[in-house]
């Protein structure tokens, strides 16, 4: 069973900032298509940023500016860094890795931005 473990929720005021993290196993992290995505309750789950195994990055729109996916190659980890959180982000956060063989989540770590 692959595991993706997030890290690094939890609760901030509006305009401050929080860093999530994602550790991988070492040959999924190096040949697919590393994202975060984050839900609402009874909404769909939606791509905040990926990153490819070369760099290219996509953020979603109300991101970007704001937040920053990286890899941490000798780590097998991605980051995360949110910065101006607004409410709005308030959400659980999923790590995915992706390829065309596998489809894989972690099991989310909340992200609250309330004063």
């Known amino acids: 069973q692959v595991q993706l473990v997030e890290s690094g929720g939890g609760l901030v005021q509006p305009g401050g900032s929080l860093r999530l993290s994602c550790a991988a196993p070492?040959?999924?992290?190096?040949?697919?298509?590393m994202a975060w995505y984050r839900q609402l309750p009874g909404k769909e789950r939606v791509l905040v940023a990926s990153i490819s195994r070369d760099g290219v990055t996509n953020y979603a729109d109300s991101v970007k500016g704001r937040f920053a996916i990286s890899r941490v190659n000798a780590l097998s980890t991605v980051d995360l860094q949110m910065s101006s959180l607004k409410p709005e982000d308030t959400a659980h956060y999923y790590c995915n890795a992706h390829s065309r063989n596998w489809d894989y989540w972690g099991q989310g770590t909340q992200v609250t931005v309330s004063s």
């Open positions: 070492k040959l999924i992290f190096s040949h697919g298509l």
